[in-house]
T-cell receptor, first 114, second 115 residues
Framework: AQTVTQSQPEMSVQEAETVTLSCTYD???????LFWYKQPPSRQMILVIRQEAYKQQNATENRFSVNFQKAAKSFSLKISDSQLGDAAMYFC???????????FGKGTLLTVNP | DTGVSQNPRHKITKRGQNVTFRCDPI?????LYWYRQTLGQGPEFLTYFQNEAQLEKSRLLSDRFSAERPKGSFSTLEIQRTEQGDSAMYLC?????????????FGSGTRLTVV
């Protein structure tokens, strides 16, 4: 069974600084997708960034980028120029190939200090 | 695109009562998912619909749980004889075939508290 581990229950960052959230996963599949979702307090979960396993290039979305290390099964999220609105719970998630089910980690609560 | 709507946002119920939640997906999305999120955990898959057909149910979905999606539009999740362990956030998400290659659109969830 696939597992997703987020080893940092909480992280904090100063506004305008950079923070990296860690995620590792376990799978024997070669075709899969990885995601980072953001869940602000009392608000819906939104997709931040995704990575296809077959792509070697790390995904980037504006201030958000990932460091995808396939051999190490590591998928970290870097947030640059952190903003107060980035404060949220961040979940790393895995999906096998064309399967529809997401497997989530336990999440990392990010606090952004002004 | 009005997003995925879930009602109610919060529900407090006494142990043993039945509750029903509703999810209205994005209108053109034919795939609908229910997840459960307990405190300190990430969401866990409960069930999946493609149009009106329920194609998979997790082992987490005991016999007290039933989900429907009549006419392939909105979906309901009913919990009978609620237990304190049912207290959680129930998340609904939807997608199309194309979106499924990437990610879902989630609703804001229904938070259930069983007292």
């Amino acid at each position: 069974a696939q597992t997703v581990t987020q080893s940092q229950p909480e992280m904090s960052v100063q506004e305008a600084e950079t923070v990296t959230l860690s995620c590792t996963y376990d799978t024997s599949e070669s075709d899969y997708y990885l995601f980072w979702y953001k869940q602000p307090p009392s608000r819906q979960m939104i997709l931040v960034i995704r990575q296809e396993a077959y792509k070697q290039q790390n995904a980037t979305e504006n201030r958000f980028s990932v460091n995808f290390q396939k051999a190490a099964k590591s998928f970290s999220l870097k947030i640059s120029d952190s903003q107060l609105g980035d404060a949220a719970m961040y979940f790393c998630a895995y999906r096998r190939g064309s399967n529809y089910k997401l497997t989530f980690g336990k999440g990392t609560l990010l606090t952004v200090n002004p | 695109d009005t997003g995925v709507s879930q009602n109610p946002r919060h529900k407090i119920t006494k142990r043993g009562q039945n509750v029903t939640f509703r999810c209205d997906p994005i209108s053109e999305h034919n795939r609908l998912y229910w997840y459960r999120q307990t405190l300190g955990q990430g969401p866990e898959f409960l069930t999946y619909f493609q149009n009106e057909a329920q194609l998979e149910k997790s082992r987490l979905l005991s016999d007290r749980f039933s989900a429907e999606r009549p006419k392939g539009s909105f979906s309901t999740l009913e919990i009978q004889r609620t237990e304190q362990g049912d207290s959680a956030m129930y998340l609904c998400a939807s997608s199309t075939q194309v979106h499924n290659l990437y990610g879902y659109t989630f609703g804001s969830g229904t938070r259930l508290t069983v007292v």
